[in-house]
C-alpha cells in the first residue's frame, strides 16, 4: 500500500512543489494539503495520513501545536510528523521533536532526500538525521539539565545494556553502527531500543534521544 501523506505548508507554490516530487514516486499518494495548523488537525483527522509533512512557522496555529496535537494522547490516528523548516538550527525544532515529531528536513534538501525521508519516517525509523538532531540539542543545551541534577526513576527501569543503547541512539547512531559498537546484531539492537521506548513510554527514538539529555544521561556535547 502506498504512504499517505499530507502536505502542511503555508505557502501554496512549496505545497505543490512537494507534490509533484512525491506523486512522482510509486509507493506515496498526497492525500491532502493545509495551509495552517488548524486545517492540519482537521485534515488528519479526515484524511488518516501516514506521514504529515508538517512546516513550523504558519498562521493560526504553528507547526509545533499542531505536532503536538497530532501525536499527543487521545490523537485520532497513527500519522507520523515530519516537520520542514528553513534554517538547521531553529529553537523551534527541538521543540517539534519534543512535541512528538519524528524528525526534521530542511526545505531545500534534495528531492531524493525528501522522498527517503518520507519512506523512513513511514516504516518507524524516526531518526532521520540523528547527527543534526544532536547538534540542535547541543546547541540549546541551556535549557537542559546539567548532568547533576536527579535521574528520573524511570531511567532505572532499564537495564545496564539499554542503558548502553540508549546513550547510543542519543548520539545518533543508527541501529548498525550501535550493532557494531557493542559487538552484538542488529536485531538485538531493535530489541533493546524497543524496550527503552516501551519502558520509558516514548514514542520513538527522537523522544528517546531528548530524554537521554533532558534526564542528564548524556550531558550536552559530551562524545
Known amino acids: 500500500m502506498a504512504i499517505r501523506v499530507l502536505l502542511v505548508d503555508d505557502q501554496p507554490l512549496l505545497r505543490t512543489g512537494f ?3 512525491l506523486e512522482a514516486e510509486q509507493d506515496i499518494a498526497v492525500v491532502g494539503e493545509a495551509g495552517d495548523g488548524l486545517q ?12 504529515v509533512l508538517m512546516d513550523i512557522r504558519m498562521p493560526r496555529m504553528d507547526g509545533v501545536e499542531a505536532t503536538r496535537q497530532i501525536t499527543g494522547p487521545g490523537r ?3 500519522a507520523k510528523v515530519l516537520v ?3 534554517f538547521d538550527l531553529d529553537e523551534y525544532v527541538v521543540e517539534a521533536l519534543r512535541a512528538g ?3 526534521f528536513l530542511l526545505k531545500d534538501a534534495p528531492a531524493n532526500e525528501l522522498v527517503q ?3 523512513v519516517v513511514a516504516d518507524g525509523e524516526a531518526m532521520l538525521a540523528p547527527s543534526i538532531t544532536r547538534r540542535l540539542l547541543d546547541k540549546y543545551a541551556g535549557h537542559l539539565p546539567s548532568g547533576d541534577d536527579p535521574v528520573p526513576d524511570t531511567l532505572h527501569t532499564l537495564t545496564d545494556r539499554e542503558v548502553e543503547v540508549l546513550k547510543l541512539v542519543a548520539r545518533g547512531l543508527s541501529n548498525a553502527e550501535i ?3 557493542l559487538f552484538v546484531s542488529e536485531t538485538t539492537v531493535k530489541t533493546h531500543v524497543g524496550h527503552v521506548l516501551t519502558k520509558l513510554g516514548l514514542r520513538d527514538r527522537v523522544q528517546a534521544a531528548v530524554y537521554a539529555y533532558e534526564s542528564g544521561l548524556v550531558r550536552p556535547g559530551a562524545q
Open 19 to 21: 507534490r509533484m516530487i
Open 40 to 51: 492540519a488537525l482537521d485534515q488528519v483527522r479526515a484524511l488518516q495520513p501516514d506521514v
Open 76 to 78: 485520532d490516528g497513527p
Open 84 to 86: 520542514l523548516t528553513t
Open 101 to 103: 515529531a519524528s524528525g
Open 117 to 119: 525521508a518520507i519512506r
Open 179 to 181: 550493532a557494531a559498537d
